[in-house]
């Protein structure tokens, strides 16, 4: 079964989202039958709440936030790839994604971002803080792919807490190739502040060699280092962490522009290093990891 939040719109003359974003947010479900046949459709958020829940074995619930140029299906075989992953290594909670309006266009990237910062706060009270009062309480994080890094940032600084509730905040944050500023991310900046706050640990992944990431920062961001690409600064939470995933890219048996950027949906070694980092591993004990000058290495 699959579950998903979306903030496209939806014709319903076709039966099909779009790429616009949308006014309100649609929850849908889709489960598969024998073979490629698969069903399913929009539910009420009560329902999609009840069945999120369901789907959760251990009380957790991950949150996949997709990037730029991400169509839906995309979306839907990357949140698929992931939940395979993950429960390859032991991760029993649920896998939601949150589906945003990504034009699935590589040109559009100014027009992407402009949807991501509309739409970033409803990850937080339309998807996120739909649990955030379980009794006992859910643990929840959030993965976030690319530009969906930078949707985060927006949505998790853009909502405050309610007066009189205690702080809201996930478990577990991670950035997988995140297309936002490196200086962001510096001790005392404002996305630092952000997801010390928000989260009690953030992970970023980065790969040394994403192309895609390349010309986000030397050409579309006017050279603004990207943390998906160059990593977080030198100066950082002590609950923020890098790992870089440069060696495992290389190892990797596809090689390309596109696939420097998104190959950590189809590594193993990038899955079983998630399922650690959600069941809580201490940064220093993860046997996926090699410590080199201090800095935390994806073994290849």
Same mark, same amino acid.
């Given at each position: 079964?699959?579950?998903?939040?979306?903030?496209?719109?939806?014709?319903?003359?076709?039966? %099909?989202?779009?790429?616009?974003?949308? $006014?309100?947010?649609?929850?849908?479900?889709?489960?598969?039958?024998?073979?490629?046949?698969?069903? /399913?459709? *929009?539910?009420?958020?009560?329902?999609?709440?009840?069945?999120?829940?369901?789907?959760?074995?251990? %009380?957790? *619930?991950? @949150?996949? #936030?997709?990037?730029?140029?991400?169509?839906?299906?995309?979306?839907?075989?990357?949140?698929? =790839? !992931?939940?395979?992953?993950?429960?390859?290594?032991?991760? %029993?909670?649920?896998?939601?994604?949150?589906?945003?309006?990504?034009?699935?266009?590589?040109?559009?990237?100014?027009?992407?971002?402009?949807?991501?910062?509309?739409? $970033?706060?409803?990850? #937080?009270?339309?998807?996120?803080?739909?649990?955030?009062?379980?009794?006992?309480? @859910?643990?929840?994080?959030? !993965?976030?792919?690319?530009?969906?890094?930078?949707?985060?940032?927006? /949505?998790?600084?853009?909502?405050?807490?309610?007066? /009189? $509730?205690?702080?809201? +905040?996930?478990?577990?944050?991670? @950035?997988?190739? =995140?297309?936002?500023? #490196?200086?962001?991310?510096?001790?005392?900046?404002?996305?630092?502040? #952000?997801?010390?706050?928000?989260?009690?640990?953030?992970?970023?992944?980065?790969?040394?060699?994403?192309?895609?990431?390349?010309?986000?920062? +030397? @050409?579309?961001? /006017?050279?603004?280092?990207?943390?998906?690409?160059?990593?977080?600064?030198?100066?950082?939470?002590?609950?923020?962490? +890098?790992?870089?995933?440069?060696?495992?890219? =290389? =190892?990797?048996?596809?090689?390309?522009?596109?696939?420097?950027?998104?190959?950590?949906?189809?590594?193993?070694?990038?899955?079983?290093?998630?399922?650690?980092?959600?069941?809580?591993?201490?940064?220093?004990?993860?046997?996926?990891?090699? *410590?080199?000058?201090?800095?935390?290495?994806?073994?290849?």
């Amino acid at each position: 079964m699959t579950l998903f939040a979306s903030r496209r719109t939806y014709n319903a003359q076709t039966n %099909r989202f779009t790429n616009n974003a949308a $006014a309100l947010t649609r929850y849908v479900q889709i489960t598969s039958s024998a073979g490629a046949v698969s069903k /399913g459709g *929009i539910i009420s958020r009560a329902d999609w709440h009840r069945e999120v829940l369901r789907a959760s074995q251990s %009380r957790e *619930i991950l @949150f996949f #936030v997709h990037g730029f140029n991400t169509s839906q299906t995309t979306m839907l075989h990357r949140l698929a =790839a !992931l939940e395979q992953g993950l429960r390859k290594h032991g991760y %029993r909670g649920a896998v939601v994604g949150f589906d945003w309006p990504s034009d699935g266009n590589v040109l559009a990237y100014d027009s992407d971002r402009n949807d991501a910062k509309k739409v $970033a706060p409803y990850l #937080v009270t339309e998807t996120i803080g739909l649990f955030l009062n379980e009794n006992p309480r @859910f643990k929840l994080h959030v !993965l976030a792919h690319s530009m969906g890094a930078y949707l985060t940032l927006r /949505g998790f600084s853009g909502v405050g807490d309610a007066p /009189g $509730a205690r702080k809201w +905040d996930v478990d577990q944050a991670i @950035f997988a190739a =995140a297309d936002v500023d #490196v200086e962001w991310m510096r001790k005392g900046a404002w996305g630092s502040l #952000v997801m010390d706050r928000r989260s009690n640990r953030l992970t970023n992944y980065y790969n040394g060699n994403d192309a895609v990431l390349q010309l986000s920062g +030397d @050409f579309i961001n /006017g050279g603004r280092r990207r943390a998906g690409r160059k990593g977080l600064p030198d100066l950082v939470e002590k609950d923020q962490v +890098d790992v870089d995933a440069t060696q495992r890219y =290389a =190892a990797f048996p596809q090689k390309g522009a596109q696939i420097s950027h998104r190959f950590y949906f189809g590594d193993d070694g990038f899955f079983k290093d998630v399922a650690l980092t959600l069941a809580g591993t201490a940064a220093a004990d993860m046997p996926t990891r090699l *410590i080199t000058n201090g800095d935390a290495v994806l073994k290849a």
